[in-house]
């Protein structure tokens, strides 16, 4: 198990509680318009998961639909009576910056949360409502930061009904189920050896986090990761499942929070029984706490903890991201 | 490559032009409500693919959103100001029945599409408009069908301009470049050989494209497929093309089409370039024709044909999907 001190990206996840409340604090801070028709997050990677994440807490109150866009431009259903909130961490995500700029031409409502960057200069010329976070970290550990203030401004625009009690419910639980969570991606680490990594969602809840966890085991610990979503993985990738050569050396992360439905719960008994010879291991894992948040983000904190365990024992650094940057200055000479 | 007469699958996806508008033909019959708020599709597996098209072929004109319900429920968004369009090609998918009657409770605006069993049963005696499409097809080899007659629903609704002509001149194009497609699916899955299938969209068009993709691939040649979306792939998933093992063994179809942003297929280019070395082959597959419906439908028969061409290859037979039957024999008895 990967020790604290050596490690800076673990120091990150292990302050997430705390950037979470610290979030929500600044996110109070400003009141962004309604979202009558529908909010909708541009942003991209790192940035746009706090919109996925918010779409899933939110599945079963909000009255308006969550959008996220990861894109230059916006679908054509976002107008006027649309809340956009764009999220670029740096501020100079180019593909947010275009979406910031659609939106701002078909007259959308409009918010930022950014730690500074173009994105920033740009909304305070246009006297957007900006939350700005703290600067200087990777955009995926800023995800309390960014997650918590997203809360704050969903909660002003009405579209989640949120107490500040909730948010340091979820602190508090992501806090002291650090070392123990810890420890479990620890072991889960050395049985996933080699294989290729699986995560199942099974509901709403669950499914942005199983694209944190892809997304953090790619980015930390520089392996891909295959996900999928019950009940609709078992229409057709239970067939799948097997061939040509990687699930039979797939490990599957299954994950299961209170909304996981009766009957879905059931299929994944079926399905493991019907599939089994086809996956090396399967680990269900079961979301804490009481909230939707809660339940969300406890399962969040055990995949970024897992997936620096999976960097540590291919021996990368979790940090360096190399092919993004330069993708980026590729990109950045035309 | 497969003979036709041998191979009924195929067959059925020849038959997907003259399906799709009799689909269409089927579809105007019924007149849904209107869509204020929002469009839901509630479906699973090849019933479902076809709102997610409808959802990839509208996003640049829908004055509402487009969402697809894969569960037993719906998100709490949707109300009485939505239409609900509930589509299971054996009327019997115990999920769409579960979500066509939360729509009930709720109030929403309701449209039923199916070959018969107990959701036509049920929306004739609520009097809820009913298409019903020839029955004794392998759902996802209905797509003609189903996918027809929700367009014209979705045109009646006022979510898609279309015209009949519009079906008429993408019917036409896949007819007309069925032989085309099939040879090129014959030289693609020699090309794949036993590597893990990667698939690419590039824009909101073809990302449901690339799912149709994945699950046909899953359903007809029994293999496990990977699918990703740029630009967003590029701030994650780039990371991890190569290890544990599987990319290196991976052979990447990327779906390009006319509305793939410019700035996207630069990002395409230099990906490729940055990892060279982590994936076996790459081939960029670009839609055919004028209209968003065309496009898609094109890069559609084109990885339909390519499911059954890897089939061939695996010596495996295309039509029976085992593990399903035997889940849902298992789930009907509890």
Redesign the interface.
């Known amino acids: 198990m990967v020790g604290n001190n050596s490690n800076p990206m673990l120091e990150l996840v292990r302050a997430m509680p705390e950037h979470l409340l610290a979030g929500y604090d600044i996110g109070c801070g400003q009141q962004p318009g309604r979202a009558d028709?529908?909010l909708v997050i541009t942003g991209?990677?790192?940035s746009?998961i706090s919109g996925a994440l918010l779409a899933g807490v939110?599945?079963?109150?909000?009255?308006?639909?969550?959008?996220c866009s990861?894109?230059?431009?916006l679908?054509?259903?976002v107008?006027r009576r649309s809340l956009v909130i764009a999220i670029s961490y740096s501020g100079n995500t180019?593909?947010t910056l275009s979406g910031f700029n659609v939106a701002r031409k078909r007259g959308c409502r409009l918010a930022v949360i950014t730690s500074g960057g173009r994105l920033a200069a740009e909304a305070a010329r246009a006297r957007i409502p900006v939350v700005i976070v703290p600067t200087g970290l990777p955009p995926r550990a800023a995800l309390g930061f960014l997650f918590g203030s997203l809360l704050a401004l969903a909660r002003s625009a009405r579209v989640l009904r949120l107490t500040r009690k909730t948010v340091i419910a979820a602190s508090t639980l992501l806090a002291t189920r650090y070392e123990t969570w810890r420890r479990k991606a620890g072991r889960l680490a050395r049985a996933l050896g080699?294989?290729?990594p699986v995560v199942y969602a099974t509901?709403?809840l669950s499914e942005p986090v199983a694209e944190r966890w892809?997304?953090q085991?790619?980015?930390n610990a520089?392996?891909?990761?295959?996900s999928s979503?019950l009940?609709?993985h078992?229409?057709?990738?239970?067939?799948?499942?097997?061939?040509?050569?990687?699930?039979r050396?797939s490990h599957l992360f299954t994950l299961v929070d209170d909304s996981t439905?009766s009957?879905?719960r059931?299929?994944l008994k079926?399905?493991l029984?019907?599939?089994r010879g086809t996956y090396r291991k399967a680990t269900i894992l079961a979301a804490e706490g009481e909230s939707r948040l809660e339940q969300a983000l406890s399962l969040v904190l055990l995949g970024d903890l897992l997936s620096i365990e999976l960097a540590a024992s291919?021996e990368v650094d979790p940090l360096p991201?190399?092919?993004?940057e330069?993708?980026k200055r590729?990109?950045a000479r035309?």
């Open positions: 028709d529908a991209m990677g790192g746009a939110a599945a079963d109150s909000s009255p308006v639909p969550i959008l990861r894109d230059y431009d679908p054509a259903a107008g180019e593909e080699d294989n290729l509901s709403r892809r997304c085991i790619n980015e520089k392996l891909l990761c295959h979503i009940p609709e078992n229409h057709n990738e239970i067939v799948g499942m097997g061939a040509p050569y990687a699930m050396s439905h009957r879905t059931l299929r079926h399905l029984g019907i599939t291919r991201v190399t092919r993004i330069e993708l590729r990109m035309n």
